[in-house]
């Protein structure tokens, strides 16, 4: 049987985090200081590119020079794209200072070619492949969901064309880089039937469109994201060629949910370091012009966030190595993490807001500028309640089968899932599967909860994080007897708020699953993430949310995360799993 690790390095792995590790700091470094009113990258730049609702072009230019679409290229059609939670470290830099310049510049393209990835023929890959890796996008024309936002209200509609092939109809208003994307992935509705087959995915170059059968709809105003330019399009009867067609007719549907969780993961991945520079903000206005500590006012939402960063960080992460660990496994928890992060990191700015105060309002400021621009731009990255609704969609049908097959049933998942520096395999969007089996988060919890319980009573954090372990596993064990009382399937039961908010509790354990993971994952090289201090502040701050038990904080917990987010600081590094150093 091949090992992980040996089929690591058969195909390189071993150099795929350093190398990653290596570009995301070369980055760093060419896009600067963001805090240097000079810096044609800095905040003060974007901000102003986000006042005139315009790309910041210098910016876009320098990540065309970088390469930046490489990343989203697997390695085997020349790209860098390896493993899905080495791009999302790849890719912190850009995101670090603007959400909205990641959205337009890059990310976009990659939700666009996860079907052809996925399903595309060697042709269709290899001419993707070529306009990302020439500097080119791509942009993706969703299907219409439930509780639709602007960029998922309205779909298409092909219908088969005499001779061959389909004519495609139907107009949406809002897609990012309508205008600026050299290929199209549509996601249309072939059939009129509600069902898993309605919809086929097509690939089109905009520039083989025919005369007055594709119109380029006028720019539209949003509220977040201003630069990412959102316009629109209509077609009218566009012939599409039989080549054109992504997978088999009807698999549109089942492309979205394999490649979705991809999207998801890697939203949570990168949003994440949009919020660390908020955190970034707080801690100055907390520190600025004071000699002595931290006003105690201000310690708790400012270790509260942190704690919730480094949480937020751990799902991710989790999630994100799991589509290449356990392709066929990651697709409950994938839209667990993306259901939890978006809330988790809202709730911060509104925490975060209290500290700056009236500086939080100071919009143009490099220093004190990105929480309302964050404020404004995170509900379209996380597509707000149509995404929130669109991850229930996944969770709740699977609750049953996971409460009377699963839970404290199966078996852990392997310890390279949680461990940095594990070599894994690589993505392959070609692997990724849906519904079914099982759930490694929950065994995962179930397995920590096991190796804490002789620390019980023990005194101090370890006692504290082995009963906040044990807390989750009794709300676990709470939540299969209510899941086993669910209709066959539970889609007859999404529309019911009691059902719905089991996903709320589900997701709210696998984060806590994720963190206890993380935690015994360490090897020792973090000190601080070594201590149980972080991770106790984290589980008791998702234990409230929950509304179960916790224990009261430990003595010197608040005061050993408060220490290292002020060292972090004070040092220049990012305020997530890796630390990573910041250019200054």
């Given amino acids: 049987m091949t090992t992980i690790a040996e089929t690591a390095h058969t195909t390189g792995a071993g150099r795929w985090e350093a190398d990653a ?4 700091a070369r980055l760093e470094g060419l896009l600067g200081d963001p805090y240097d009113p000079a810096n044609p990258h800095g905040l003060r730049a974007l901000f102003a590119a986000d006042d005139a609702r315009t790309p910041p072009a210098a910016t876009e230019a320098l990540l065309a ?16 794209l390896t493993r899905a939670d080495l791009l999302a470290r790849a890719l912190r830099p850009v995101f670090r ?13 990659l939700f666009a070619t996860g079907a052809v990835w996925a399903a595309g023929t060697d042709r269709q890959r290899r001419d993707l492949a070529g306009l990302l890796l020439g500097g080119g996008r791509a942009t993706i024309l969703h299907h219409e969901l439930a509780h639709a936002n602007a960029i998922l209200r309205d779909e298409f509609t092909a219908r088969p064309a005499p001779g061959g092939g389909h004519r495609l109809h139907g107009r949406k208003d809002v897609i990012i880089n309508a205008a600026r994307a050299g290929a199209q992935v549509v996601y249309a509705r072939t059939d009129d039937a509600r069902g898993p087959r309605s919809h086929s995915v097509f690939l089109l170059d905009p520039a083989g469109a025919a005369p007055g059968t594709m119109r380029h709809l006028p720019r539209t ?3 977040g994201m201003r630069g990412a330019l959102f316009s ?3 077609f009218d009867g566009r012939p599409l060629p039989e080549d054109a067609l992504v997978g088999r007719p009807g698999e549109g549907v089942a492309l979205a949910l394999r490649t979705f969780q991809v999207n998801r993961s890697v939203i949570c991945g990168v949003v994440t370091a949009a919020a660390d520079t908020v955190l970034h903000s707080a801690v100055r206005a907390a520190t600025t012009g004071r000699s002595g500590p931290v006003a105690r006012r201000w310690r708790a939402p400012l270790t509260g966030v942190f704690a919730d960063l480094l949480a937020c960080d751990s799902m991710a992460t989790v999630a994100l190595r799991a589509l290449g660990l356990m392709p066929d496994r990651a697709h409950v928890p994938a839209a667990a993490v993306k259901y939890v992060v978006p809330d988790l990191l809202r709730e911060n700015l509104e925490e975060l807001a209290t500290v700056l105060g009236a500086r939080g309002y100071d919009h143009g400021s490099p220093e004190y500028g990105a929480l309302n621009k964050l404020v404004r731009d995170l509900p379209v990255a996380g597509l707000g309640h149509a995404g929130t609704a669109a991850c229930q969609a996944v969770i709740v049908p699977q609750l049953r089968t996971l409460a009377e097959s699963a839970w404290f049933a199966e078996d852990e998942p392997p310890p390279e899932l949680f461990r940095r520096g594990a070599e894994l395999p690589p993505l392959d969007y070609r692997l990724l599967g849906i519904a079914g089996g099982g759930d490694f988060m929950a065994a995962s ?6 190796r804490l319980a002789p620390a019980r009573g023990v005194g101090g954090q370890i006692t504290a994080l082995a009963e906040l372990a044990e807390a989750f596993v009794a709300e676990l064990r709470a939540l299969r007897e209510t899941c086993r009382l669910l209709p066959p399937y539970g889609v007859s039961a999404l529309g019911d708020p009691a059902v719905c908010v089991l996903s709320d509790r589900y997701s709210l354990i696998a984060a806590a699953a994720a963190v206890l993971g993380v935690w015994e994952g360490q090897d020792g090289s973090d000190p601080f993430l070594a201590d149980a201090a972080w991770a106790v502040l984290a589980l008791s701050r998702i234990g409230e949310r929950l509304g179960i038990p916790v224990p009261a904080l430990p003595d010197g917990c608040v ?8 060292r972090r600081y004070r040092a220049g590094l990012s305020c997530d799993l890796d630390a990573t150093p910041l250019a200054r």
């Fill in 97 to 109: 200072r603007d959400t909205a310049l990641g959205f337009g510049y890059g990310i976009t393209s």
């Fill in 65 to 80: 020079e970088t390469g930046l679409g490489a990343e989203f290229v697997p390695a085997e059609y020349g790209g860098r």
């Fill in 559 to 566: 005061s050993r995360v408060l220490d290292e987010l002020i």
């Fill in 221 to 223: 105003e949003t509220s």
């Fill in 232 to 234: 629109g399009l209509e």
């Fill in 21 to 24: 590790l290596a570009r995301a």
């Fill in 445 to 450: 919890l179930i397995g920590s909860a096991g």
